[in-house]
């Protein structure tokens, strides 16, 4: 079943010079790289479930304004450099095979069988974003294995791994964290054993990795992101656990994420790490709740109130209910999530070993209730006080995909909605100019026009969030997960 838009499969990679209906701003001269599920059905009549086992797919947008490396194209002033491609990973190959074993949440593994694998071969479907680390760019999953990947020509140039003797993990967070003013990458691996571990690294702007804490935990929670500060990182510990002795055992036969079990009774615990010494700073329960992705964090009162908004879902049946049968049966519920803002009084200061675990507390504000998905802010504020937030608007409950994109001011409470161009539309992504004003840039969005059967890329304004540009793609874009805009990777002239 794939009639439902936006969970189809796009079988066909295009490379194409696209024309503009609008104007390009000069300075957008860079490229967005998104990633995401680009097929659900396999070889031999096999699919996968899940919206998050769909086979990796990269798309390039690579802005030139005034069309100087491809000449005119269609007539425009401006062109947009497009491709598309399958990541050819280990995990595609098998499915092209007929070999597909199982991923998130299709296919069945004891936990046994599973910590092997992630031992061995650790999953390579990289289908959740694409970062750079050093001079390399490397599609990322929750797997410690990410795929090397050409920015030109969106192949696959191998796969990297740490292999070092510093402590690692057999699952990772999806998401790096970059601090702006150094450069540097931060990620947190889980290792499973008798006692379980949260291993918390940076990665230097030359891909050197170092090692800055471990925190021990019973029983290891399912965790997508995690957020930083200038001088903490901050670990959200749902209350979707494993038991981690089960992993060396045989056990019962299931998908591997429905082997983590929803534990409500335990709450909530945030963890908080001092970024230089490693010491674990504070870790405060709250009620139990379920989350993907952190916002934004930033620090108030020199250091010693941590602030955390967090795109948050009242619990983890959000992960069963992205199966693809309930998303193309309408059932949009587990994608809308609210705006919450966490405040952290750690009982410290700052640079300092005078920190009490006991003295933290915890503080929840609801900002935003009405729907939103995979929220994100400038990247000119990530670790930083943040007054805009751009996400997908969702209704509550929703029955459908998003209609529109949002910006949210976490100042004032307004919200200003863009629902033109399209049926429905993914990820905004923030560019920013670098003026003064916060909002001075452009967001990048790519909608679905079911009736033309396309997607198309949209520019809108920053500020007044409305649109600036609008590009046709040659195709429908299956609904996909995240971007990066990545400056450096300008239009070249033989595109």
């Known amino acids: 079943m794939e009639s439902r838009p936006g969970f189809h499969s796009l079988e066909e990679s295009r490379a194409a010079s696209l024309a503009v209906d609008g104007s390009l701003p000069e300075w957008l001269t860079g490229s967005l790289v998104r990633n995401g599920p680009g097929a659900f059905s396999l070889s031999e009549g096999n699919s996968v479930n899940h919206w998050f086992d769909g086979m990796a797919m990269c798309y390039r947008f690579t802005f030139d304004p005034g069309n100087e490396a491809g000449g005119s194209v269609d007539g425009s002033e401006?062109?947009?450099?497009?491709?598309?491609?399958?990541?050819?990973?280990?995990?595609?190959?098998?499915?092209?095979?007929?070999?597909?074993?199982?991923?998130?949440?299709?296919?069945?593994?004891?936990?046994?069988?599973?910590?092997?694998?992630?031992?061995?071969?650790?999953?390579?479907?990289?289908?959740?974003?694409?970062?750079?680390?050093?001079?390399?760019?490397?599609?990322?999953?929750?797997?410690?294995?990410?795929?090397?990947?050409?920015?030109?020509?969106?192949?696959?140039?191998?796969h990297f791994q740490y292999d070092g003797s510093e402590p690692a993990g057999q699952l990772a967070c999806a998401h790096l964290k970059r601090d702006p003013s150094t450069g540097t990458l931060f990620n947190v691996e889980t290792e499973f054993g008798r006692t379980s571990e949260y291993h918390v690294h940076a990665?230097?702007?030359?891909?050197?990795?170092?090692?800055?804490?471990?925190?021990?935990?019973?029983?290891?929670?399912?965790?997508?992101?995690?957020?930083?500060?200038?001088?903490?990182?901050?670990?959200?510990?749902?209350?979707?656990?494993?038991?981690?002795l089960a992993f060396f055992k045989p056990g019962q036969q299931a998908p591997f994420i429905e082997q983590f079990e929803w534990q409500p009774d335990r709450g909530t615990r945030v963890v908080v790490v001092d970024r230089s010494s490693g010491e674990l700073v504070a870790?405060?329960?709250?009620?139990?709740?379920?989350?993907?992705?952190?916002?934004?964090?930033?620090?108030?009162?020199?250091?010693?109130?941590?602030?955390?908004?967090?795109?948050?879902?009242?619990?983890?049946?959000?992960?069963?209910?992205?199966?693809?049968?309930?998303?193309?049966?309408?059932?949009?519920?587990?994608?809308?999530?609210?705006?919450?803002?966490?405040?952290?009084?750690?009982?410290?200061?700052?640079?300092?070993?005078?920190?009490?675990?006991?003295?933290?507390?915890?503080?929840?504000?609801?900002?935003?209730?009405?729907?939103?998905?995979?929220?994100?802010?400038?990247?000119?504020?990530w670790c930083q006080p943040h007054r805009y937030v751009y996400a997908m608007s969702m209704d509550q409950p929703a029955t459908e995909w998003a209609t529109g994109v949002m910006k949210y001011d976490t100042e004032t409470g307004d919200v200003v909605e863009f629902q033109r161009g399209g049926d429905y539309f993914g990820e905004p992504v923030f560019v920013p100019q670098g003026g003064a004003a916060e909002d001075s840039g452009v967001v990048l969005t790519v909608a679905l026009d079911v009736d033309a059967d396309r997607s198309r890329l949209l520019v809108l304004d920053g500020e007044r969030f409305d649109e600036r540009a609008r590009v046709d793609l040659p195709h429908p874009a299956p609904f996909d997960f995240h971007g990066r805009y990545f400056p450096e990777l300008k239009a070249k002239a033989n595109e």
């Open 78 to 158: 401006d062109a947009v450099h497009y491709r598309n491609r399958f990541l050819e990973t280990d995990a595609y190959e098998a499915a092209q095979a007929g070999e597909f074993n199982g991923g998130f949440a299709t296919g069945s593994t004891t936990l046994r069988e599973r910590l092997k694998t992630l031992f061995t071969e650790p999953y390579d479907n990289t289908n959740i974003i694409v970062e750079r680390v050093g001079d390399r760019y490397l599609a990322l999953t929750e797997s410690p294995r990410a795929v090397v990947v050409d920015p030109d020509t969106l192949a696959v140039d191998g």
């Open 283 to 381: 870790d405060p329960l709250t009620d139990a709740l379920f989350g993907f992705h952190h916002v934004n964090a930033f620090e108030r009162d020199a250091g010693t109130e941590l602030v955390l908004d967090l795109e948050t879902i009242p619990d983890a049946t959000a992960i069963t209910d992205l199966s693809l049968d309930s998303l193309r049966n309408g059932d949009m519920n587990a994608v809308a999530g609210r705006l919450e803002r966490f405040t952290i009084d750690i009982g410290g200061v700052t640079g300092t070993a005078r920190y009490d675990t006991e003295e933290a507390t915890i503080d929840r504000e609801m900002l935003y209730n009405e729907g939103t998905a995979l929220p994100t802010v400038s990247p000119a504020r």
């Open 203 to 244: 990665l230097t702007n030359g891909g050197q990795r170092r090692h800055i804490a471990s925190v021990e935990t019973d029983a290891p929670a399912y965790m997508h992101s995690f957020a930083l500060t200038p001088h903490y990182v901050v670990l959200t510990e749902f209350p979707l656990r494993v038991d981690p």
